[in-house]
């Protein structure tokens, strides 16, 4: 994954994180839980996608090769 695939989907998946854990479109505070939950997954695997540096390191190296 290059650099500016890795900063695009670690944006929207950060954004997306974010939108489900700020705007709780349930009124059951049951399901507040588990949006909470699930806008946290979706931020940190944003930002593990968004500053994971090593893949593009490997890439330069494979290539490097040929």
């Keep these: ?5 890795r900063t695009i989907a ?3 998946l950060i954004a997306l994180g974010l939108y489900v854990i700020f705007n709780v479109v ?3 505070p049951e399901d507040w839980f588990w949006l909470a939950i ?10 593990f996608i968004f500053f994971n540096k090593k893949e593009d390191n490997i890439e330069e190296i494979k290539n ?3």
């Design 26 to 28: 349930s009124d059951k």
């Design 64 to 66: 490097n090769k040929k």
């Design 38 to 47: 699930w806008g946290t997954f979706f931020v940190v695997i944003g930002f």
């Design 10 to 12: 670690g944006t929207i």
């Design 1 to 5: 994954m290059n650099t500016t695939s």
